[in-house]
């Protein structure tokens, strides 16, 4: 493959060529998916934004079309940035998207079908009112953090609401605007939600979720088992971070359950890479489907000489933790159409100290499910309550450091000889009164190009390895790994550029090098089938 292309993903969702960063308005109209994005049609740099537009009938096959929102009016001529559909009762989608005025000053504007016969929805009619939302001096909102509308939702009392990111100062707020017909908004004298000390709270989303992944349109207030989750990406740290807590619908406003001062919460979709997401209700399946941004680690010189930049994370189930205190997410099903060629291993010993290869799969491309059993938990090594951080943890203790019971995990996209690796594995500890999981991602050894960002993630997993398998599934799609632990508990994203393991030079493979034998309860890996992506 020429040199830029080498890094480009088969199954991951990316435009031809170019810069493509957030997912907007994902939803699903007349049994088709609607998937519009941030694209600059002009070059592989961030700029000359407008709403690309592709459409699917499984979330992994993509059509493309033309741009669905582009600057054509006052309200938008700079630029049509982030924001969401609503679908009305009786089904109708409608557009609210952020736009950038001549003065350069974030407007919200609004955008309908022009023919709801047509599946596809190829063209769009803006409002002869936009905009509809503005700052102003009496408002006291600053033109320059005003942006991201979500879905709205529809109030028992019949009126629409909708959030939008802003900031005051250091506080970052979801300001709420009520409507009773979708044009004129007026201005709540509270907002949602606001924690001081954040900044910017880019697109927001807010929805309510259960325990059952049999999910609810964003509407629903009041169901039994319900919750609400706020998540803002933040535009300090540029990560999204969740809240999970109860949405007082009479006096509007968001109750999150723990607070943590001048956090915005301590909750993350993704301890790698994975911003500025998206969730939607797909009625069609009745189910909450995350998208989420997952950006270069490359410099900018060099995802611009390649010609393109990002890639979506493959959309994920999310649904709530039975203990009500975090989300859960998985792959869509969808994606196990692109598995071929299963290799399975019964179960097996993982002596301390040792490595296997997974052969038989395109280790560039596939898809890896792996479980561990532990019975030597004596071989813990003792916990320092200290380490409050376990992206530094993992940092300190990466993949080559030895430990009582882990490292063990997967080594992808390597190198044969090793030079070149990407490791994604666990460490026990035993902490006072409980086991600790640590969970990292090790970018390392990814590639032997000094340039790339190479940061070591790293999260702590809420799981009982006394009673509970640990286990580890992974996709890999060329420059990206996307890792789910514990069935969903936790995700970590990277983007990964090797120099030697490529293609079919790539290599996988489970290893341990902890003192501590483990057992690998269950081991399957797939190949990956290219999707038809534009
Ligand atoms: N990207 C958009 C903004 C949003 C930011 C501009 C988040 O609307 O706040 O491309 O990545």
Redesign the pocket.
């Known amino acids: 493959a020429s040199p830029s292309q080498i890094y480009r993903t088969s199954y991951h969702f990316q435009p031809p060529k170019n810069w493509m ?2 997912p907007n308005g994902p939803m699903v109209y007349k049994g088709l998916y609607h998937l519009f994005y ?1 694209y600059n049609p002009l070059g592989a740099d ?1 700029g000359n ?1 407008v709403w690309a537009h592709s459409t699917s009938t499984d979330l992994i096959n993509w059509n493309p079309h033309k741009p669905a929102i582009f600057p054509s009016q006052e309200g938008d001529i700079n ?1 049509c ?3 969401s559909t609503t679908i009305f009762p009786g089904g109708k989608p409608a557009i609210l998207y ?1 736009g950038i005025n001549p003065s350069n000053q974030q407007v919200q504007n609004l955008a309908v079908p022009k023919n709801l016969s047509d599946p596809y929805l190829i063209e769009w009619d803006k409002s002869p009112y936009n905009p509809l939302m503005t700052p102003t001096p009496e408002n006291k909102i600053n033109s320059s953090s005003f ?2 509308p979500t879905t709205a939702w529809l109030g028992p009392d019949g009126r629409w609401r909708v959030i939008i ?1 802003n900031k005051l100062n250091r506080r970052g707020k979801a300001l709420l605007y009520r409507s009773k017909d979708f044009v004129r908004w007026t201005k709540a004298k509270h907002p949602l939600h606001s924690v001081k000390g954040t900044g ?1 709270w ?2 927001p989303d807010f929805y309510p979720v259960t325990s059952n992944p049999i999910g609810l349109d964003t509407s629903t207030v009041g169901a039994l088992g319900i919750k609400h989750v706020l998540k803002v ?1 933040l ?1 300090d740290t540029k990560h999204d971070q969740y809240a999970i807590g109860t949405y007082d619908h009479v006096k509007d406003v968001f109750d999150p359950d723990a607070v943590a001062a001048e956090k915005f919460s301590g909750l993350r979709y993704d301890y790698g890479k994975f ?2 997401s998206k969730t939607f209700y797909d009625s069609l399946k009745k189910r909450r489907i995350l998208w989420g ?1 997952i950006n270069e680690s490359l410099s900018r010189e060099d995802y611009i000489a390649q010609g393109w930049s990002g890639v979506q994370g493959i959309p994920r189930l999310l649904w709530l933790d039975k203990s009500g205190k975090q989300l859960m997410q998985w792959p869509i099903k969808e994606i196990e159409t692109l598995r071929e060629n299963k290799v399975g291993y019964p179960p097996r010993p993982l002596k301390g100290g040792s490595i296997l290869e997974v052969q038989g799969v395109k280790a560039a491309q596939a898809d890896v499910d792996v479980s561990f059993e532990l019975s030597e938990l004596k071989r813990a090594d003792a916990f320092d309550p200290s380490w409050t951080d376990p992206q530094l943890l993992c940092s300190q203790k990466g993949a080559s450091i030895k430990g009582g019971i882990g490292p063990f995990g997967l080594k992808l996209l390597a190198s044969k000889d090793m030079q070149e690796y990407t490791a994604v594995f666990f460490r026990i500890f035993k902490g006072q009164y409980k086991y600790v999981v640590l969970m990292c991602s090790d970018q390392s050894r990814s590639s032997l190009n000094v340039k790339p960002d190479k940061t070591t993630y790293g999260v702590f997993l809420d799981v009982d390895p006394l009673h509970e398998q640990l286990s580890l599934r992974s996709l890999i799609d060329h420059s990206i790994v996307e890792s789910f632990g514990a069935k969903g508990k936790a995700c970590i994203t990277s983007r990964v550029y090797p120099t030697k393991a490529l293609d079919n030079e790539a290599h996988l493979y489970v290893f341990n090098n902890g003192l501590a034998n483990v057992t690998i309860s269950n081991l399957s890996a797939w190949s990956m089938k290219k999707a038809h992506i534009d």
């Open positions: 960063n957030d941030q961030w934004i630029g940035w982030s924001g952020t942006r991201d990111g910017m880019e697109c990406s535009d911003y500025a941004w």
